[in-house]
């Protein structure tokens, strides 16, 4: 079995969970998770969990994403993107600055109505599964945060950004938020995610690529070791004699720290986030995360990921 972290280039026309489907059949295993839904219709970064690594799918679905999204405004569909019905039309009477303005006033805290056409469940159904009976029913605001967003280009209907955004951010949702407070409606008309926390864009492959490098025997060249995802937590390597309770999933006292090395002074801890430790055993291999408690002297298993 394959453990590790791949970052597919989702391509248009495909779900996040075809892609999965797909990649159990390039790989041969089921043990395949991703980290955050793409709709069909958008494309880019879709770092996937392989084995062991599936405990991390929660994990990095919530980090913070980036995004490059072309705004078409004058136009609101049920959908919210350009793919559905259309709703309103209106005429765009904005000045580039007037728009440039209206986009940036969503940096900072944003409550914002979640869209019919989505896995969002409410009252144990998934949105789209009513929206698609023709029903539309109220959905609470969720909080989120947009820390920044950058406008790449203004060509009037259209508008073309980049934003940086809290989990559970729908951009056709901002679009249409957007849209709304120019006055004229919105919708989106293309979207690709450029970074997951530290996938990015540049290093994504497709899943032709993917067959390629199984086909070739060189895939291990494109998979992430699980441990390379948190340079931000210090790392501990337990004694010899400590290994009966390491291996068993039991806490550890200090006294069994063989030694301790610091994190990688280019990472910053993401927001929100306990203090924890990599731990490794005294060869090296990495056996997972555990908080510690200074009071207690001890170290407390959080995830692990070797087989008990």
């Known amino acids: 079995m394959i453990n590790g972290l791949i970052n597919i280039y989702k391509e248009e026309g495909f779900t996040s969970h075809d892609v999965v489907a797909k990649l159990r059949g390039i790989l041969g295993q089921k043990k395949i998770g991703h980290t955050g839904t793409l709709d069909p219709g958008a494309k880019g970064v879709l770092p996937v969990c392989l084995g062991k690594a599936t405990k991390l799918c929660d994990m990095i679905g919530n980090w913070d994403k980036t995004y490059r999204a072309t705004l078409l405004l004058g136009r609101e569909t049920d959908t919210e993107d350009i793919f559905g ?91 249409r938020d957007i849209g709304r407070k120019a006055g004229c409606g919105g919708c989106m008309a293309s979207l690709i995610r450029t970074r997951v926390s530290d996938f990015s864009l540049e290093d994504a492959i497709t899943l032709s690529h993917v067959e390629t490098l199984m086909k070739e025997g060189v895939l291990d060249s494109v998979i992430r070791p699980i441990d390379s995802l948190f340079p931000f937590y210090p790392s501990v390597y337990i004694k010899g004699e400590g290994r009966s309770l390491l291996m068993n999933g039991n806490p550890l006292a200090l006294r069994y720290v063989d030694r301790e090395t610091g994190p990688d002074p280019a990472s910053a801890i993401p927001d929100g986030m306990p203090e924890r430790y990599r731990v490794y055993d005294q060869e090296g291999h990495f056996i997972g995360l555990y908080t510690g408690d200074e009071e207690r002297g001890i170290l407390s298993p959080d995830k692990l990921f070797f087989d008990l």
Do not use: H, N, W
């Open 85 to 175: 019905q259309v709703v309103r039309r209106e005429e765009v009477s904005l000045s580039e600055t007037g728009i440039t303005g209206i986009i940036s006033s969503f940096v900072g805290i944003y409550d914002q109505v979640p869209p019919m056409y989505s896995a969002k469940k409410v009252g144990g159904k998934k949105l789209y599964e009513l929206a698609r009976k023709g029903m539309e029913i109220e959905r609470k605001p969720c909080r989120l945060m947009i820390s920044d967003i950058r406008i790449l280009a203004v060509r009037l209907p259209y508008v073309e950004f980049e934003v940086t955004c809290s989990k559970g951010t729908y951009i056709r949702s901002l679009c």
